[in-house]
């Protein structure tokens, strides 16, 4: 069918061609270190942030220990991905937009060009307040710039604040819970962040309350250079309730950039975190020059019985997307969930998926990834099954369905299920195909074009993951992999 | 880290001094392969549980113990009534029969067979089928870093050879039966099959232990076929109780050439398996089976490499395990789509069941995948009798035991239903039957 493959064939090559719609540089002055680490740097970031002593203590501790790693193991290498070694004294490990003194009482005071960013990347800030009812804890290269609705949230007693705040004014929280879940000494890049982390979202739901309004954050990186390294600490007190939205871009440069986020999620009993991620880093140039590498650690705790974690994401962009968003189930009836788009095209790669540790009996989890390839790009799902002997009547069901656009891409998958008692039931489903001839035939003769049939086809691929997007997410998901189909639908 | 040094060393010197005694004297094209084997060996050594491919397998126990060659074909008679009584088929298939890994000419009868065909020990082959042995012969297992395949062909100096020229058919199935009969030793046989553009063979491998002290089984079977060949392959493992298994078995298959293999598992402490599949031509097919029903501190692992190099091949894998006890059992399945091995029909299934908490499985069926027009699926479930059959069963009076046996056996018969040759299949479901009433008496004693 010559119509069918020169529709492919017009995907393929708008799949190759796509711009990065995001790839703008805003020119604001900058406190930036000199590129470099050592123990100096992380006094410096931890004294520039006012922090209390058990905070650079902690930094130090992670310090010394990245340093061990380094010199012995050095990065991980058993992810199915390919880059050059970082050189971690190049990176700049600190960048905030100057401002006076004091922080800016009100977005009134935020620079406006800032406030011109924001409105480029088409986030809710300002006046989008009302329209979309999401609090925004904007995370711009590094500090938070304004909190949003953070008093309408603090009558419900809930704290919602960017971390450095939340280091400063709630230590207590913040000692008793920082690395609870993701300990300084967990992996590579977890390690470094913990060393480096230069500020995040802190989040904080008092028992029993229902979080009234999506909370949000949206991340992106502007200084050339810099590397990201946030940190985000979600805790849910028993019987409450969070849904909590993360967005990230970042400017287009010809080098790589290195982004190494940590986001720690504890539940107890009855509580309920529902995270959302649409990341849409820059993903480098057809020839894979430049490039977000996202190497990130994301790990929930069920704490308490009946606890509930869910994990969402589209990840489109990044050069190199290295993440597991993972769920311990030690509370007994605690449930976790994974729900994963994953797009390559170009030459972008991708060792994605979760680990769903189940400790706790009756724990139940639920995994439900799609892996889009196009391009020379490499989809790769990499998940963890644990059921430990305790985990009595534990039950998990996983399903990894790969889509391949093109004929030099790469979909592979690579589950692990350790299963440790008889009372326990595992699944797991996976395919890989291609868009049929038949299905596309089929929309065709329905008077779609083809176009359209291939961006319906591949929204119906995703369905099941972006019914659990909040909404507004769900659409900016939609639109995103619009962008990465761009030519084939209108 | 001592320990593994240290046997090693014992398995390096054991080379030394066969070669010494002129034990290892082999064809000119053969001493370059061991050597260069050895090397390998000798710099990798065992893996531990820290190599990717076998950090579900510990290979401590088999490192801690020393395994010696059997020197000769020991003295040990095996009474005809024995040889009978571990015979899967029938008296007219052709047997070559193994004492302790080495040939034993005397309870063997490789006929008949029809004209052109050659079954004999590998030793013999590669004197009179020079050719044949040395174009096929540790050219194709061991490609992945496989150090027990590395040791096989360091030492090799017995095994089977099977040789089909084309179109030629060996309508009875020929069986290989390995014996065990002495602790402490290693045995390490050799399988060659090749077989000619449209040939056709079945090939079965018994292997029987008659102690159930510790000895160390070393096997690797290279399979070779031909454009148009059609090859089956079975495995039935009933070593003793105290046994380390490992095999490698290699299929390469040419053009339109078909390849199945089944591997039953009841026997052994720590099985370990390595079957890799590879299509070298367009339009070849593969069927793997295997089933495992094991108890105790038994330890099965199978890993399965189905490798599409080139386009339009069908793969279909379904491993079933039936755990009891403390069982362990370890599945690795992957299959690797080359780029242009398009219209690829790949499926890999791995169930099981689970039948004692003291159980533990751990499944990693993996596709690698670079073409786009292709089909692959796979996988994987770990579970229990369904209760609501159960109650069905027994509703209609059935005991429990009676209804959990009856419902297990149905679990397990999907792989010896699939089985074409006869009396393969009712030694198979004789050996399982018996084995799950093992398994119900030893629950009610206890």
């Not at chain 1, 800032?114 to 986030?123: D, H, R, V, Y």
């Not at chain 2, 008949?112 to 082959?125: C, F, H, I, N, W």
């Not at chain 2, 003291?358 to 596709?367: C, H, R, Y």
């Not at chain 2, 089985?419 to 206890?446: F, N, Q």
Request: net charge neutral; aromatic share 8%.
């Amino acid at each position: 069918m010559p119509t069918t493959m020169s529709t492919t064939a017009k995907t393929l090559e708008s799949l190759a061609n796509r711009e990065y719609k995001w790839g703008f540089v805003s020119d604001i002055e900058a406190d930036t270190l000199q590129p470099g680490l050592d123990e100096d740097v992380i006094r410096l970031i931890s004294a520039k942030k006012q922090e209390p002593e058990f905070m650079l203590e902690w930094r130090l501790r992670a310090y010394r220990h990245w340093v061990n790693m380094e010199r012995t193991a050095g990065a991980p290498k058993w992810a199915n991905v390919k880059h050059p070694p970082i050189d971690y004294q190049q990176i700049v490990y600190y960048s905030a937009p100057k401002r006076a003194s004091e922080g800016p009482a009100s977005l009134d005071q935020v620079d406006p060009r800032l406030l011109e960013t924001f409105e480029k990347l088409g986030i809710p800030l300002a006046e989008q307040k009302r329209l979309a009812g999401v609090a925004v804890d904007a995370v711009f290269d590094s500090v938070s710039v304004a909190t949003t609705f953070k008093e309408k949230l603090a009558e419900l007693g809930i704290i919602f604040c960017s971390f450095s705040e939340a280091v400063r004014s709630h230590p207590d929280l913040v000692q008793k819970y920082l690395g609870s879940v993701v300990p300084y000494t967990d992996n590579f890049y977890a390690t470094l962040n913990s060393a480096v982390f230069s500020d995040g979202s802190f989040c904080y739901i008092p028992k029993g309350v229902r979080c009234p309004m999506e909370l949000s954050t949206y991340f992106r990186i502007n200084t050339a250079g810099s590397g990201q390294f946030e940190r985000t600490l979600i805790v849910a007190e028993e019987g409450s309730y969070v849904s909590y939205l993360e967005g990230c871009t970042a400017p287009r440069r010809d080098e790589n950039q290195l982004h190494a986020a940590v986001v720690e999620l504890i539940a107890q009993e009855g509580a309920q975190i529902k995270y959302s991620t649409v990341q849409n880093w820059y993903a480098g140039d057809a020839e894979g020059r430049g490039g977000i590498f996202n190497f990130v650690t994301k790990r929930g705790k069920c704490a308490g019985r009946g606890a509930r974690i869910s994990w969402t994401q589209v990840e489109t962009g990044s050069a190199i997307t290295w993440k597991y968003p993972s769920v311990i189930l030690q509370g007994d009836d605690s449930v976790g969930e994974f729900y994963s788009v994953a797009l390559t095209a170009n030459r972008q790669q991708a060792d994605t998926g979760t680990k769903m540790i189940h400790i706790g009996t009756n724990t139940r989890s639920t995994i439900i990834s799609k892996g889009i390839s196009a391009g020379r790009g490499n989809n790769t799902y990499r998940g963890l099954v644990k059921i430990l002997p305790r985990a009595h009547h534990a039950r998990n069901y996983t399903q990894c369905d790969s889509l391949l656009l093109g004929d030099r891409c790469g979909a592979h998958t690579f589950p692990y299920i350790e299963v440790g008692n008889a009372s326990s039931v595992a699944e797991h489903e996976a395919s890989t195909s291609k868009i049929s001839d038949e299905q596309l035939f089929y929309c065709k003769q329905r008077g779609l074009s083809g176009d359209n049939a291939v961006s319906m086809i591949i929204n119906g691929f995703c369905k099941e993951v972006f019914k659990n997007l909040p909404m507004e997410f769900a659409v900016e998901a939609t639109k995103l992999l619009g962008v990465s189909l761009e030519g084939s639908i209108g | 880290m001592a320990a593994l040094t240290t046997t090693k060393d014992r398995y390096l010197a054991e080379f030394e001094a066969l070669e010494r005694q002129g034990a290892l004297r082999s064809p000119s094209w053969l001493t370059p392969l061991r050597r260069s084997a050895l090397a390998r060996f000798a710099a990798a050594g065992f893996p531990t549980t820290r190599d990717e491919d076998w950090r579900y397998t510990n290979l401590a126990p088999l490192v801690a113990s020393a395994f010696r060659p059997a020197e000769g074909v020991a003295a040990v008679g095996l009474l005809p009534t024995t040889l009978e009584r571990l015979s899967v088929g029938a008296t007219g298939w052709p047997r070559l029969v193994f004492v302790n890994g080495r040939y034993s000419a005397r309870h063997s009868s490789p006929g008949p067979l029809p004209v052109g065909v050659r079954l004999s020990s590998l030793a013999e082959a590669m004197t009179i089928d020079g050719d044949v042995v040395a174009r096929h012969l540790a050219r194709h297992a061991g490609w992945d870093a496989n150090v027990f395949a590395d040791l096989s062909t360091a030492f090799a100096r017995d095994g089977a050879f099977l040789h089909l020229p084309a179109k030629t058919s060996s309508e009875t199935p020929i069986e290989l039966l390995f014996v065990a009969t002495t602790p402490g030793v290693l045995a390490q046989p050799r399988i060659l099959v090749v077989a000619g553009p449209h040939s056709r063979a079945t090939v079965v491998e018994h292997y029987v232990g008659l102690t159930d002290d510790a000895y160390f089984t070393n096997a690797v079977t290279e399979v070779v076929a031909g454009p148009g060949a059609s090859l089956d392959h079975y495995t039935l493992q009933e070593q003793g109780a105290g046994a380390f298994h490992v095999a490698t078995v290699h299929a390469a298959l040419e053009g339109d050439s078909a390849f199945s293999a089944c591997a039953a598992t009841f026997g052994g402490r720590l099985n370990r398996t390595t079957l890799t599949l590879r299509f070298g031509g367009e339009s070849g097919q593969g069927a793997l089976s295997g089933l495992y029903v094991v108890g105790g501190h038994q330890h099965v692992d199978h890993h399965v490499t189905v490798d599409h190099a080139v386009p339009r091949c069908s793969s279909r894998q379904l491993y079933k395990g039936v755990l009891d006890g403390s069982a362990r059992a370890v599945f690795n399945g992957r299959v690797i789509v080359r780029p242009d091995a398009q219209k690829t029909d790949a499926n890999q299934t791995n169930k099981h069941l689970l039948l004692s908490d003291g159980v533990e499985v751990d499944s990693k069926p993996q596709l690698e995948i670079f073409a786009n027009d292709v089909k692959c699926t796979h996988g994987a479930a770990e579970g229990q009798l369904a209760p609501e059959a159960i109650f069905y069963l027994r509703s209609r009076g059935l005991a429990d035991a009676t209804a959990r046996t009856l419902l297990t056996l149905g679990f397990a018969r999907e792989i010896v239903d699939r089985i074409a040759v006869e009396p393969i299949r009712a030694y198979l479901d004789g050996t399982l039957r018996a084995r799950l009433r093992a398994a119900r008496a030893t629950k009610e004693m206890s």
